[in-house]
């Protein structure tokens, strides 16, 4: 009996944390990596993410059992585009990170209506080890359409790896990511801006040393990319920014009347909301009731053989 076969289309370091997390849970599956960047998937290989690399993504994909997207949304066109024609039936295809909203209209446009697609945002725990998917939020949103058996197996799968799968509605999974992951590139941009326009920021940039480089991390992500997330949904952004101004306007007003015990409660509110925030992230998020029972066959099957699936569902639910 062949492997079962899994594609890792775009070995970025989520997709290595992803490979990884599948390799643990289902050794019996070959999982195929692809990037267009040499350099990227030979530290999947290195890493043991990947059992091999390919530079043809059609090649990669091909019989694929599940395929996860990663990267950019213009890497996401093009991998849609070359796939199309091969998605073995019962697949499951999915894209993980960037925006819900236009991975479903992508996948609408560009994979045929059969196709079991999910749109997803994976954000791993702020709290757990840094390449470690256990007890991460694995936001799904499945292209309408979606067989009630594959939304049951991509569950189980997202489970088998130890995060905690929610179904999302697009629209609001999109905004609240915004606000998580671009208003650090918004704040950090308008830093830089702030601090590089003073006329004194040629000899004060000798003062601004490695606690500015980690506030200002935000901004090596890719531009385009978050050019287009952002005009996507430019009244959530627009939102968020307001939300921010009205906070540093609190601030600023405290400050300007001098009222230190204003300024003082101001901060420890946001430590107290920042250590609260944490603290639930330890506990950890448990899914409302108790998960669904699997199709037969299900996708655990479909990896491990039928005993062995039962052995592992036991296991996890004992």
């Known amino acids: 009996m062949s492997k079962v076969r899994v594609a890792l289309i775009g070995c970025t370091p989520l997709g290595i944390a992803v490979g990884s997390a599948l390799r643990q849970a289902f050794p019996e599956a070959e999982i195929v990596g692809h ?15 990947i059992h091999k690399r390919t ?18 949304e213009a890497e996401l066109r093009l991998v849609l585009d070359a796939i199309r024609e091969d998605v073995a039936p019962g697949a499951l295809v999915v894209r993980v990170g960037g925006s819900l909203q236009q991975a479903l209209a992508l996948a609408r ?32 949103a499945p292209r309408a359409g979606t067989s009630e058996a594959s939304v049951e197996q991509f569950l189980a799968l997202v489970r088998a790896l130890g995060a905690v799968p929610v179904l999302v509605d697009p629209q609001e999974g999109d905004g609240m990511r915004l606000a998580a992951e ?12 702030a601090v590089s326009e003073d006329p004194a920021w040629r000899e004060r940039q000798w003062m601004a040393g490695a606690d500015a480089v980690l506030f200002t991390l935000a901004l090596e992500q890719d531009i385009e990319d978050a050019l287009a997330r952002l005009f996507a949904a430019p009244e959530v952004a627009v939102h968020w920014l307001n939300q921010v101004m009205l906070a540093c306007m609190t601030l600023r007003d405290a400050l300007s009347s001098a009222n230190a015990e204003a300024v003082r409660a101001w901060l420890q509110e946001a430590q107290a ?3 609260q925030w944490l603290s639930e992230w330890r506990k950890g998020r448990a899914e409302p009731g ?29």
């Open 35 to 49: 990037d267009r960047d040499a350099a990227a998937m030979q530290r999947a290989e290195a890493s043991g993410a």
């Open 55 to 72: 530079w043809n993504i059609p090649a990669a994909s091909e019989g694929a059992s599940a395929i996860f997207i990663f990267g950019s």
């Open 109 to 140: 446009e560009r994979l045929p209506g059969t196709a079991s697609f999910f749109a997803t945002q994976l954000v791993r725990s702020p709290v757990a080890a840094e390449m470690s998917l256990q007890q991460a939020v694995w936001a799904v």
């Open 182 to 193: 671009l208003l650090p590139l918004m704040l950090s941009a308008a830093w830089m801006r």
């Open 273 to 275: 909301r920042r250590a």
């Open 290 to 318: 108790e998960p669904s029972k699997l199709p037969q066959p299900s996708l655990l099957s479909m990896f491990l053989g039928e005993r062995l699936a039962t052995r592992l569902l036991t296991r996890r639910h004992s």
